[in-house]
């Protein structure tokens, strides 16, 4: 890592610890940073899994390239799949986006983000972590660090988390502080999305778009939307092929009719089952 950003620290009783954290009653007494703590911009996290499938880790930089340009902070944790993704969003809008670690800031993990750790503070972003200089990622710190991800945000958004997803810990770190969550749905039958779709479940908002969080947010209409989801004709193609076939059809054959791949048809297909023009049967679609 570059050596012109120099590990920063306060107390909790410091006016540079952020106050939404310093009233967790588990908050850390001491804050450790490199970078810009201090912002007045409203933040957002985004987060899921780190084994994230190629349409995750597009939606993940989609929104938060799109949130970015409307001037959120992009919160995440600088693991492999969905956070980098929302990292690499915000930087492509030149936006500020946070990394919380979950171990001391003199080194990255995975190393293979040493470059991204970087490039967040040339942007003016900042690395958070409530450990000391020298200490190791040890695995319950990533499930620690999670309640300081959420503390720093206004609101959480879960791209793609399955069951057992730490993403769903910073899920539910956000409701305990009385943070709206948005989830991305997806179909019940994927297991990339099982964690996500027992958050529905429990009352979190579904989401399609930056849009979306921006209404629920506050009302706000996108100026400068760099957001695009799966094109309607990937639908309609899937349509066609389903007219065409009297028997139900399973994902991967779809992909062989259509030429689209698993992932767009996954993700087409989750529209056509919400909006009740598919129904799913064992794994197969029919129109309703």
Known sequence: MKDNFPIKNCHRNSTH????????????????????LI???????????????????????SFARALALEGWRIISG????????????ALDSKGITWAVLAHGLDTIQPRQ????????????????????????????????????????????IIIEAPQKSGALSTAHQALRQKKKVFVIPALPSMKQ???????????????????????DMGGQRIKNLSFTEGPP????????ALREHTAPLSIDKLS???????????VAMTQLVLEGIVVEEQDTYCIR
């Open 256 to 266: 062989q009719i259509t030429t689209l791949s698993p992932q767009e048809v996954a």
């Open 78 to 89: 600088l693991a492999f799949g969905i956070d980098a993704a929302a990292h690499q969003g």
């Open 233 to 240: 004709s990937n639908e309609r193609a899937i349509l066609q």
């Open 193 to 215: 999305f099982e964690g996500s779709l027992s958050l529905l479940r429990k009352g979190c908002r579904m989401v399609r778009t930056p849009q979306d969080v921006l209404e």
């Open 39 to 61: 912002s007045s911009s409203p933040a957002i996290a985004i987060v899921g899994t780190r084994k994230a499938s190629a349409v995750g880790i597009e939606y993940a930089r």
């Open 113 to 156: 983000h040493e470059h991204l750790a970087d490039t967040i503070l040339d942007f003016g972003g900042c690395l958070v972590s409530e450990y000391p200089p020298t200490t190791p990622a040890y695995p319950n710190q990533f499930i620690a660090r999670n309640r300081i991800i959420s503390a720093l945000c206004d609101a959480v």
């Open 17 to 36: 610890f952020p106050p939404s954290l310093a009233i967790l009653p588990d908050a850390p007494p001491t804050l450790y940073w490199r970078g810009s």
